[in-house]
């Protein structure tokens, strides 16, 4: 089976509830096999500094979870020692999708939310982008590989002008 590329996204927001809004658009793009949910963590302070963590894998089966995770693990376990470290990050992530979870863990949430100001929340969301598939595979078959890939934003449009005024003020 071929999976799309998986994608981190963060959201914060100003006050301690997820957006019925972004709940909406987000059941939308899932119902319309734009994305996979795979993984998801929703974090909120209260103005009185009580905790509420929301965790669920959503759109994965048990063993898609366990094939993901362990294939997450097996590519760190090889960058952070060659080949001797695949089958130790596989096994080891393994262990750690046993309860269903790819993401993060009770550990991360709690530093999350020591991070977040009263009365705010913060979101995680692990995507398969699906409508990218027949790409991949497209790319895959004609030989192709990803060389490069990143989201242009308006902030990195303003990062890329003051990287270009400042070469061009060294250069005048």
């Known amino acids: 089976m071929t999976y799309g590329p998986l ?7 100003d006050e301690a509830v997820l957006p019925i809004g972004v709940v909406n658009q987000l059941r939308r793009l899932r119902e319309d096999g734009v994305i996979r949910m795979v993984d998801s963590t929703f974090v909120a302070k209260d103005l009185h500094g009580d905790i509420v963590s929301i965790k669920g894998s959503i759109d994965l089966t048990p063993d898609e979870t366990a094939l993901l995770g362990t294939l997450a693990g097996a590519l760190f376990g090889y960058g952070a020692a060659g080949e001797d470290g695949v089958e130790l990050g596989a096994e080891l992530s393994l262990l750690r999708t046993a309860d269903g979870s790819i993401g993060l863990t009770e550990d991360d949430i709690d530093e999350i ?8 929340s913060a979101a995680f969301l692990l995507v398969e982008h699906l409508w990218a598939v027949g790409v991949k595979e497209a790319v895959l078959d004609a030989g192709g590989s990803v060389v490069a890939q990143g989201f242009i934003t308006p902030e990195t449009i303003v990062r890329m002008g003051e990287d270009f005024a400042e070469e061009a003020e060294e250069l005048g």
Request: charged fraction near 15%.
């Open 7 to 13: 994608q981190l996204i963060v959201l914060s927001f």
């Open 113 to 120: 939310a020591d991070r977040i100001p009263a009365g705010s």
